[in-house]
């Protein structure tokens, strides 16, 4: 399956923006499938991901509450809601797929499937 992330920007602090992750070559609703981001030298960090189905969601601590991921299998789509954005949300968002369809993994070396990313800034 082939990833592309899109819909990043740059933002003032506490405006939403909506990230969205598109699949082509396979269904997207056989995947688990996750954000991670990545800040000028820091380490991939996970965000969230939901299971296949859509129906169980998983967030990383400093996002919940804030982030909200949906999936649309019909349209092989992902999206990332982001609200109230602070300035460390600031990052490259990447979408990740997993086959593994049991469990919503925070880690990145467990996601096979990758799109390339899309920058957010948020500045004050």
């Known amino acids: 399956v082939q990833l592309q992330a899109s819909g990043g920007g740059s933002v003032q602090v506490g405006v939403s923006l909506t990230l969205s992750c598109a699949a082509s070559?396979?269904?997207?609703?056989?995947?688990?499938v996750a954000w991670f981001r990545q800040a000028p030298g820091k380490e991939r960090e996970f965000v969230g991901g939901?299971?296949?189905?859509?129906?169980?969601?998983r967030y990383a601590d400093s996002v919940r509450g804030r982030f909200t991921i949906s999936r649309d299998n019909a349209m092989d789509t992902v999206h990332l809601r982001m609200i109230a954005l602070k300035p460390e949300d600031t990052a490259v968002y990447l979408c990740?797929?997993?086959?593994?369809?049991?469990?919503?993994?925070?880690?990145?070396?467990?996601?096979?499937?990758w799109g390339q990313g899309t920058l957010v800034t948020v500045s004050s």
């Open positions: 990740a797929a997993s086959p593994n369809v049991v469990t919503i993994n925070s880690l990145p070396a467990l996601y096979n499937y």
């Open positions: 070559g396979r269904a997207l609703s056989s995947y688990t």
């Open positions: 939901i299971n296949w189905k859509g129906d169980r969601t």
